[in-house]
Structure formats: C-alpha cells, structure tokens
C-alpha cells in the first residue's frame, strides 16, 4: 500500500512538471544510399571513365516513407576500388557534371573505403559539388522527383591495367 502511493505521488509530481508534455512528432532517419561503380577496363589504356548513372532518389528509400520526408542530409562521401593492382589510381568524382571530389593515392589505399567523414588525405571536397549535392537533398524534402547524376573519371599510373578492376563512389546520406 504504502509503495502504491509513493509510486502515485511520484505520478502526479512527474504529470505536474511538464513531464507528459512530449506530444510532438517524431523523426526516423531512414538511410538514403546513393552510389554507383564503375568497371575499369583492362589493357593498355591508364585512364578510366564512368558514363553518368543518373539515380531517382526517391527509389532508393521505402515507398512508405516518400511523402514524409522533412529533412535529408548527407554525412559522408566514400571512394573505394576493388581488384588486384599494384600502381596508383587519381580521379574525379562528378554529381550533376560538377566535381564533387578528388581521389588520388596507391589502389591499395583505396581497397578499404576512404571517406570525407574518416579525414583521408586520399580525397579532397570540392565545394562546388558539396553545395550541389546539398541542394540536391534540400530540393528532394518538397520534390520526391530530383534525380542525381553521378560519373567518375581518372587515371591508371601503370600499364598494362588488369581486368576486372572498379572503381566506387558512395555518397552516404539520410532523410528523416
């Protein structure tokens, strides 16, 4: 007897300070994956180029969610290769033609992800690309239709380049 009206009275104290007052909304941020690779061709040739890929953002989350978001941020922005090779690679990446970021350093540098968040001094921003990709997401809070382009473009230090080389650009980001 004597717990259930403690417990009560911390009820009533609790209900009195504005403890039940929590009656907003709240936000689930939902992985919003925008990435492509690229294939590297094998040969003589040391530069590589990606066509652009264009990516509907809105098909890379649940149907669900579309018309709920409210808010979308990107929070990394990753380069990363796979295949056998024993030379350099530098490159630039591309959202909507303009440059996003460049990489350069050995291949097997980039055999695990470098990353803007991870302060790689393999890739460098570039501001120009940032702000549109920025502007890409604010757009896509009110326009469920905003598509990005992504390519790439670089260089091999060495021929010959094996087969079965990538290259892979991953913008990390989030709506909510």
């Known amino acids: 007897m004597k717990m259930k009206l403690v417990l009560a009275g911390l009820l009533i104290v609790l209900l009195n300070t504005g403890s039940s007052c929590v009656n907003d909304g709240f936000l689930v941020p939902v992985d919003l994956p925008i990435s492509h690779t690229w294939s590297i061709n094998g040969g003589n040739n040391t530069n590589f180029s990606g066509s652009q890929t264009a990516i509907a953002l809105a098909n890379q989350i649940d149907a669900s969610y579309r018309d709920k978001v409210k ?63 920025a502007s890409a997401l604010n757009q896509f809070t009110s326009n469920q239709n905003v598509t990005v382009n992504l390519s790439a473009n670089g260089t091999m230090s060495q021929a010959p380049v094996p087969a079965g080389l990538s290259v892979t650009v991953e913008i990390l980001a989030q709506v909510d």
């Open 71 to 133: 808010g979308a941020r990107y929070y990394d922005i990753r380069v990363s290769v796979a295949g056998t090779y024993s030379g350099n690679v530098s490159g630039t990446a591309y959202i909507n033609s303009i440059p996003l970021l460049t990489f350069n350093g050995s291949w097997a540098d980039f055999q695990t992800p470098q990353s803007l968040l991870g302060s790689s001094s393999h890739v460098t921003p570039q501001t120009a690309g940032v702000t549109a990709l």
